[in-house]
């Protein structure tokens, strides 16, 4: 298309050359004819018809030039999704496609079906295809350095998203940028769910809080901070606290059902509060909470991240304590921005290479502003 943009450009300009070039010789040539019986210019003439094939000319590279560049606008952009069913990921890749194909790139997503060497092997891929950047959330964030190492490499500018490697890490590539939110402030708005509960959490009246952590992938720094983060929230408030279980379930629904489902056949009425580190094993969790007959925000606590629709919708129906809102429009957006600052030839030097994007607690009083 590239190409055949520009034939056509320079073909239609080759037109304008010969026919200026021509009505130049026709138009000069009567009178020197009439003169000699022949067809010789006039030096005025010829001089004439030497500027118009010059213009013409000119015209012809500007018109070439132009239609390239706008073939050209936008660029190829590849994207790299660690699983394509993940329900985030899912809000996350549709708006990222909304945003690149309305500003004119030509977008492909590859499913990392949550393997990292299948990942790699895209990442390599779109370099051989010559992208001209890469916008990738990483399946393992361990794999932050050997990623980093591939896209520097082949100098393409690249965003990470969602999965945040360490601020050395990043500083390698100076082409490089994460866009994404600070999961520490999201593990202490879940903890500031259960403070603002009428009993702060401590629903049995024995002076201490009560739970289970339901984590994602525990190799995942969101994971990581979350689990921390929400509970050290209510540590700073005065709060005594109980771990009675954490087990990993790798952000999956089901996995959420089954640990919520044995641990309260094992603890019971000893459980006040379900830390999930996402909306998913929330929503999974809420299931094995309904099944053992009880009542969310009467006899047990229960709060996710992401603010999916069905948990949006679970915290207006009571069924949910709250959800914390990890902005998948807001970071896309940034990702996009990120990204042509990239293009354009912005450079990040080092402790400059994560930009954040706010998270927002979800309650009974404020989910209808965000369904």
Do not use: H
């Not at 490499?153 to 969602?162: C, E, G, H, R």
């Not at 390698?172 to 593990?187: F, I, N, P, T």
């Not at 809420?286 to 709060?303: M, S, T």
């Amino acid at each position: 298309m590239k190409l055949s943009k520009k034939v056509t450009a320079m073909a239609m300009a080759a037109m304008m050359v010969f026919s200026m070039t021509a009505c130049g010789n026709d138009s000069a040539a009567k009178p020197d004819a009439t003169a000699t019986g022949g067809n010789a210019q006039t030096p005025e003439t010829k001089a004439a018809t030497e500027a118009a094939t010059q213009a013409a000319t000119e015209a012809a590279t500007q018109a070439a030039t132009q239609a390239e560049e706008t073939t050209a606008a936008g660029g190829n952009i590849g994207v790299c999704i660690y699983k394509f069913d993940d329900a985030f990921m899912t809000t996350y890749r549709n708006a990222l496609q909304e945003i690149l194909e309305g500003k004119g790139y030509t977008v492909t997503f590859m499913d990392g079906k949550n393997d990292q060497a299948e990942q790699n092997n895209q990442i390599n891929n779109f370099i051989a295809q010559k992208v001209d950047a890469l916008i990738i959330n990483p399946v393992m964030t361990s794999a932050a350095d050997q990623i980093i190492d591939t896209v520097k490499n082949a100098d393409i500018p690249t965003v990470l998203i969602n999965r945040e490697p360490t601020a050395e890490q990043m500083s390698a590539y100076d082409k490089l940028v994460y866009v994404g939110c600070d999961a520490r402030q999201s593990g202490t708005m879940q903890g500031e769910l259960i403070l603002d509960t009428p009993n702060k959490g401590d629903i049995n009246g024995d002076g201490k809080i009560s739970y289970i952590m339901i984590q994602g992938d525990p190799e995942n720094v969101d994971a990581q901070y979350r689990t921390e983060f929400s509970v050290k929230a209510l540590k700073d408030a005065g709060m005594e606290v109980e771990e009675l279980d954490l087990q990993r379930g790798d952000w999956d629904r089901n996995k959420g059902q089954e640990i919520a489902q044995n641990d309260l056949a094992k603890f019971g009425d000893e459980i006040e509060v379900v830390f999930c580190n996402n909306d998913d094993m929330a929503i999974g969790a809420l299931q094995a909470i309904q099944a053992a007959g009880r009542k969310v925000n009467e006899d047990i606590y229960l709060v996710g991240v992401d603010a999916l629709d069905a948990a949006l919708n679970e915290v207006a129906n009571g069924n949910m304590t709250g959800t914390v809102l990890n902005d998948a429009k807001g970071q896309a957006a940034g990702a996009v921005e990120a990204m042509e600052a990239l293009l354009g030839g912005k450079t990040y030097a080092s402790g400059e290479q994560s930009i954040y994007v706010d998270y927002v607690k979800v309650t009974p009083e404020n989910v209808a502003d965000f369904q």
